[in-house]
């Protein structure tokens, strides 16, 4: 009698254990589901941020390359304007304005300073309202306006250097044709200057051929650095999905040993219920 007492009890608690394995099991479900859930938005956030990463850095690379350009075109201006133009000093190269700009205090409130070299001829109204429309452009910006704003500066100062350049050197050409129409005709002297004008041009070329050659390989190093970084961040992510699966993994293997621990348990003692059942009825 007591050995059926015991299966039945026995028998109460593994249908007890299966009614708390059932509310276990769907509570475990309903919390991966969640988890996916949330994995799934963390996936989409790290996919945005990666995106804004590669656009970030492709912004940077083609930004860097404009900058080199400007540059080379900055270096070539001033190798064409040689000795006979104002020389280059280290204010122009930190972005300085210069003398004609300086003498307008109207500019002093433009800070773009491309725009403050293109109105360095031009009349007081001209300059006011023109920095009255810079103004109204620039007005209350946004973070990412500041932050492009800075960026731009050092392109700004670039093409400001090279204006101011080609600016000098209209003047000194302009001077420079009145001077030779002025002079008494040679054709000895003609003719020297025909050969180092060519020579000026080929030497030119060449300088022009050897930048371009310079500048693309520059570009081809910041892509493949990009790449490289790029490639770098993938297979960061993979082996952290990879560390995540396996952390799964192994929690799914010790949980179905505990539950396989388990059952032989329980099979053990009801075998043994039943063994002692059958002794009692001997």
Not at 89 to 106: C, I, K, L, S
Not at 136 to 155: C, F, G, K, N, Q
Not at 206 to 219: I, N, P, S, V, Y
Not at 223 to 230: I, K, M, S, T
């Amino acid at each position: 009698m007591g050995t059926v007492f015991e299966n039945a009890a026995h028998a109460q608690q593994i249908q007890i254990l299966q009614v708390q394995k059932n509310k276990l099991s769907e509570q475990l479900t309903s919390h991966k589901a969640k988890i996916t859930s949330l994995e799934a938005l963390v996936a989409q956030a790290e996919q945005r941020e990666q995106q804004r990463a590669q656009t970030l850095l492709c912004i940077n690379r083609i930004w860097s390359q404009l900058n080199d350009d400007v540059a080379t075109l900055a270096e070539r201006a001033a190798a064409d304007a040689g000795g006979d133009q104002e020389p280059a000093t280290d204010a122009d190269d930190a972005g300085d304005d210069g003398p004609d700009v300086a003498a307008h205090d109207a500019l002093k409130g433009i800070a773009d300073p491309f725009l403050r070299r293109l109105l360095a001829a031009a009349d007081e109204a001209t300059v006011e309202a023109a920095a009255d429309d810079a103004k109204a452009a620039t007005d209350d910006p946004s973070d990412v306006e500041r932050a492009l704003h800075a960026r731009a500066a050092a392109t700004l100062a670039a093409l400001s250097k090279v204006l101011r350049l080609l600016q000098l050197r209209a003047g000194y050409q302009a001077s420079l044709a009145a001077a030779i129409a002025a002079a008494p005709a040679d054709a000895e002297l003609k003719a020297e200057n025909a050969r180092l004008a060519a020579s000026a041009a080929a030497a030119a070329a060449r300088a022009d051929a050897a930048a371009a050659r310079r500048l693309a390989l520059e570009a081809a190093l910041r892509q493949a650095e990009d790449r490289l970084f790029e490639s770098e961040e993938t297979m960061k992510r993979i082996k952290n999905d990879l560390a995540d699966r396996e952390y799964e993994l192994q929690a799914a293997q010790k949980k179905a040993q505990r539950a396989k621990e388990e059952a032989a348990r329980l099979k053990q003692q009801l075998a043994a219920s039943g063994g002692g059942g059958g002794g009692g009825g001997l």
